[in-house]
């Protein structure tokens, strides 16, 4: 996903602002749809890299509270009379 998106963003740039633009220029409609792909593939691209680091936040959250200290429970005061 990363890659097409990093391919996809350069394509964009290329085609709106690059020397392509200065040879032809893209109409406004066009223009348009390319970005809405753009911002589409951005923001899939995002979703997919969370769901993906989601695992490693679970294992590193379970890590860590393993080694967490544990609090001690206080002896009730009925038990200490006895």
Known sequence: MKC???????LELALTRGPVAL????A???QMAIRAGAQSL?????????IRGL???LEGWRYFRGKL??????ASP????A
């Not at 200290?69 to 206080?74: C, F, G, N, Q, S």
């Not at 009925?78 to 009379?81: K, L, R, S």
């Open 28 to 30: 406004l409609n066009l």
């Open 78 to 81: 009925q038990g200490d009379a």
């Open 55 to 57: 695992p490693v936040f």
């Open 23 to 26: 040879l032809s220029p893209v």
């Open 42 to 50: 951005a923001w899939a691209t995002a979703v997919c890299c969370v």
């Open 69 to 74: 200290p544990r609090k001690r429970v206080a």
């Open 4 to 10: 097409a998106c990093f391919c996809y963003l350069g």
